[in-house]
C-alpha cells in the first residue's frame, strides 16, 4: 500500500540566511516504494526522493520536471531512513544550495461556520429631561431676554442653541415660535469649524425684536438621528424692549465660546459662538485689591517700586431655580473663554458694568435654602486684562 506522507513544508537557502519555502502536498509518484516530488524553488527545478539506506532521503537539480527520479545531480542528503521525509535537516553534498530542511505544514484554518461582518455605528441622541410632578408648586422658569433698535451691545441679549448628530446626513431644525405659531425670524443653521458632525445657530433678538415684536417664544430643536425623530425644547423666553425700568433688577453675563466642551462633546474651537444669560441678581462690589511693593532705604524712607489694582467682582444671584444655577456652572462660568458682565440696578454703587471684560477667578458657591427649589450663586470674577499698575520703566 503506498505510504502517505501528506503536506510537507520544505525550504532552500544558497546562502544559509535567507530561505525561499514551498509545500509539498500530493506526490509527483512513487520511487522504490516511496513517495517523490518534482518542484521548482530558487528559480531551478528539483525533485526530493528516498534512495537505498545508505543515502535516505535526496536533493537533487534535475532539468526538467517530469522525467524518472534519481537522474539528477545529487546536491543535499540527510542519511534518513524514514518513511516520509518530514522534520529533516539536510547535509550539503555539492553545488550552489547550502541549507535545507523540511518540516510538517502549519495546518489552515478551516472555517466551520458561516459568519456576517456587519458595523453599527454608535448612535447619541440628545438628553431630553422632564421633570416629576412632586406636587411642589413653583413658578414658570422663563428666560428673559431684552433687545433695543441701537447697537450697544449691552442693551441686545443673545442666545445659541447647539446639537450634536451622529452622522452627517442626519436633519436638525432649529424653529423658533411665537405664541404657539411659527415666527417670521427663523435662525441660520451654522456648521461647527472643528466639529462638523455639530451644529448651531444664533439668535439675536433685536432682529427678532424688529420682525415679530415683543412677546413669548419658545425655541425648539427638531431631529433625526439614525432614523429617530424627536424634538426638544431648548428654552422659552419673554422679549421685551430694553429700558431702565425693563432691565431693573437685572445682570447679565455675556460669553464667546471657542474651546472643546466635553460636557457637549462638541469642539467650539474657532467658531467663537456667543451667548448670553439674563437672571435677576446683581453684578458689582467690586474691590481693588492693590498689590504693593516698596523698598526701604538706608534712611528708612519708603519709596514705591510697583503698585497694582488686581480688581474683582461679585456676581450674585437672587434665588433662581435650577434651569439658572445648572447653566450658570455647568456652561457659562465653566466653558466661557470671552466674559462680559453687564448690572442693570438702580442701587449699584458703578453704572459702568456696560459689558466690562472679565475672568472667572474663584469656584462658584450656592446657597440652598430648607424647602426650596430656589437656590443663590455667588461668584468672584476679575478684570480681564491686568494693566491697572504703575511702575519705574
Not at 509545500?23 to 527545478?45: H, I, R, V
Not at 466635553?262 to 451667548?275: C, P, R, W, Y
Amino acid at each position: 500500500m503506498p505510504i502517505e506522507c501528506g503536506c510537507i513544508r520544505l525550504c532552500m537557502s544558497p546562502d544559509g540566511v535567507n530561505y525561499e519555502c514551498i509545500e509539498l502536498n500530493a506526490p509527483t509518484a512513487f520511487y522504490l516504494g516511496k513517495p517523490f516530488w518534482q518542484f521548482s524553488l530558487l528559480g531551478d527545478n528539483f525533485e526530493l526522493f528516498f534512495s537505498p539506506p545508505e543515502a535516505g532521503w535526496l536533493i537533487a537539480n534535475i532539468a526538467v520536471i517530469g522525467q524518472p527520479p534519481n537522474n539528477g545531480a545529487t546536491w543535499l542528503t540527510s542519511k534518513e531512513t524514514t518513511d516520509c521525509p518530514t522534520n529533516i535537516v539536510f547535509i550539503l553534498l555539492t553545488g550552489p544550495i547550502r541549507n535545507a530542511y523540511t518540516t510538517e505544514c502549519i495546518p489552515q484554518c478551516i472555517p466551520f461556520q458561516e459568519r456576517t461582518k456587519k458595523e453599527y455605528q454608535s448612535v447619541k441622541l440628545p438628553t431630553i429631561f422632564t421633570e416629576e410632578n412632586r406636587g411642589f408648586e413653583r413658578c414658570c422658569c422663563d428666560y428673559t431676554v431684552l433687545a433695543s433698535q441701537t447697537n450697544d451691545s449691552w442693551k441686545n441679549d443673545v442666545t445659541s442653541a447647539w446639537i450634536k448628530v451622529t452622522d452627517i446626513n442626519d436633519q436638525t431644525t432649529f424653529n423658533l415660535y411665537k405664541n404657539g405659531i411659527l415666527s417670521s425670524y427663523q435662525p441660520t443653521i451654522n456648521i461647527f469649524v472643528q466639529d462638523p458632525l455639530a451644529r448651531y445657530v444664533t439668535i439675536n433678538w433685536k432682529d427678532v425684536l424688529a420682525l415679530d415684536g415683543e412677546g413669548c417664544y419658545k425655541l425648539e430643536i427638531a431631529f433625526s438621528i439614525a432614523g429617530i425623530n424627536q424634538t426638544m425644547i431648548w428654552g422659552k423666553y419673554t422679549l421685551k424692549t430694553y429700558s431702565i425700568q425693563s432691565a431693573l433688577g437685572t445682570a447679565r453675563i455675556r460669553v464667546i465660546f471657542n474651546s472643546f466642551q466635553e460636557i457637549e462633546g462638541i469642539d467650539f474651537t474657532d467658531s467663537l459662538v456667543e451667548d448670553s444669560l439674563r437672571f435677576n441678581g446683581f453684578i458689582g462690589n467690586s474691590q481693588p485689591n492693590t498689590e504693593i511693593d516698596n523698598l526701604i532705604y538706608q534712611n528708612r524712607e519708603v519709596k514705591k517700586v510697583v503698585r497694582e489694582n488686581l480688581k474683582t467682582y461679585e456676581l450674585i444671584t437672587d434665588p433662581i431655580c435650577e434651569e439658572f444655577t445648572k447653566a450658570l456652572t455647568d456652561l457659562y462660568l465653566l466653558s466661557e473663554n470671552q466674559i462680559f458682565l453687564s448690572d442693570y440696578n438702580a442701587h449699584n454703587h458703578s453704572y459702568r458694568y456696560q459689558d466690562l471684560p472679565a475672568v472667572v477667578e474663584n469656584t462658584p458657591e450656592i446657597e440652598y435654602y430648607d424647602f426650596s427649589r430656589s437656590a443663590k450663586l455667588t461668584c468672584v470674577l476679575g478684570d480681564k486684562f491686568k494693566n491697572k499698575r504703575s511702575y519705574f520703566k
